[in-house]
């Protein structure tokens, strides 16, 4: 199957700072990547939908200025959280789209953030 | 509006049977997903059914009516490693994913 990978795996940061974290897909091409953001015991919310080479659609109530996202190759998607704070502590997943199957979503490992 | 439903939670015993359902209503259908999340990890694709019927993937089954707005996740001869959350989600008309919540399956001894 496609395998997707992300990095780095976990990050701990201090409050203000900014954090990117890079999706790649490793074995296909990927028009379209999404990030998600997961906390404790619910579940995945889609943050925004990332195509190749134009900018990304966020979803209702999430920041583009807060979280850049660029997509700038058909392997390579970048999250950036900026000026990170504690209530941004999460688990965030990729996931990219096969673009020769544009039905299933492979997702990375997922990238653990705290910000202390 | 869209949604999914499935049970939050189920409990089964190892070596059995269990089923997992999940209802959908969404703008449009480009075929049902489930996938498997294990605690800390990222979720694992399964199956994907978008004609109505059975496909059978060694141990785990998936099922879809999309007349009925429904489908159901079957897990055989389970085993403890089976313990996860299992995701139901749809394509809708724009190939966007909508997710369920989930169901917590525990397996006892």
């Known amino acids: 199957g496609a395998v997707v990978s992300q990095h780095p795996s976990r990050v701990i940061c201090k409050s203000g700072t900014s954090v990117k974290i890079e999706c790649r897909s490793l074995?296909?091409?990927?028009?379209?990547m999404f990030w998600y953001r997961q906390f404790p015991k619910q579940s995945l919310m889609l943050m925004a939908t990332?195509?190749?080479?134009?900018?990304?659609?966020?979803e209702q109530g999430v920041e583009k200025d807060k979280f850049l996202i660029n997509h700038a190759s058909l392997t390579l998607s970048t999250l950036t959280v900026t000026s990170a704070h504690p209530e941004d502590s999460s688990f965030y997943i990729c996931?990219?789209?096969?673009?020769?199957?544009?039905?299933?979503?492979?997702f990375g490992p997922g990238t653990r953030l705290l910000v202390l | 509006g869209q949604n999914i439903d499935q049970p939050t939670e189920m409990t089964a015993t190892e070596g059995a049977i269990v089923q997992i359902n999940c209802t959908y209503q969404?703008?449009?259908?480009?075929?049902l997903f489930w996938y498997q999340q294990h605690a800390g990890e990222a979720p694992t694709f399964l199956s994907y059914?978008?004609l109505d019927g059975l496909e059978e993937k060694g141990r785990f089954s998936s099922f879809l009516s999309r007349s009925k707005g429904y489908s159901y996740l079957l897990l055989k001869e389970l085993q403890m490693k089976d313990s996860a959350s299992y995701l139901c989600?749809?394509?809708?008309?724009?190939?966007?994913?909508?997710w369920g919540a989930g169901t917590k399956l525990i397996i006892k001894p």
């Open positions: 996931s990219a789209r096969d673009g020769d199957s544009a039905e299933t979503q492979y």
């Open positions: 989600a749809v394509a809708d008309g724009n190939y966007q994913l909508i």
């Open positions: 059914n978008v």
């Open positions: 969404t703008s449009g259908f480009n075929g």
């Open positions: 074995d296909f091409q990927a028009t379209t």
């Open positions: 990332s195509n190749e080479g134009s900018k990304a659609t966020y």
